[in-house]
C-alpha cells in the first residue's frame, strides 16, 4: 500500500479524477487521458487504490472434522 514501487498510472494520482462510463480519466494537467497514462507529473494518492480486505477465517471446525476414522 505504501510500497515505493508503485506503477505510475492517472488512475492513482492526485491530478487525475475518473469520468464516469469510461475508462479515462480528467487530468488536471493534460486533460482527457487514458486511465493507465503516465506522466512526469505523476503523483500518487494513496487514497485511490483500491484495497481488499482479507475473508475472515472460519474457525468453526474441530479435530473431529480432521479425522479419517
Same mark, same amino acid.
Given at each position: 500500500?505504501?510500497?515505493? %514501487? *508503485?506503477?505510475? =498510472? ?13 475508462? %479515462?480519466?480528467?487530468?488536471?494537467? !493534460?486533460?482527457?487521458?487514458? !486511465?493507465?497514462?503516465?506522466? &512526469? =507529473?505523476?503523483?500518487? %494518492? *494513496?487514497?485511490? &487504490? =483500491? ?6 477465517? %472460519? ?11
Amino acid at each position: 500500500m505504501y510500497a515505493k %514501487d *508503485i506503477e505510475p =498510472k492517472c488512475a492513482l494520482c492526485q491530478h487525475g479524477e475518473p469520468i464516469p462510463d469510461t475508462l %479515462d480519466m480528467l487530468c488536471k494537467k !493534460y486533460g482527457v487521458v487514458p !486511465y493507465n497514462h503516465s506522466c &512526469k =507529473k505523476f503523483k500518487y %494518492d *494513496i487514497f485511490k &487504490k =483500491k484495497v481488499r480486505r482479507r475473508a475472515p477465517v %472460519d474457525t468453526g471446525y474441530s479435530a473431529e472434522d480432521f479425522s479419517i476414522d
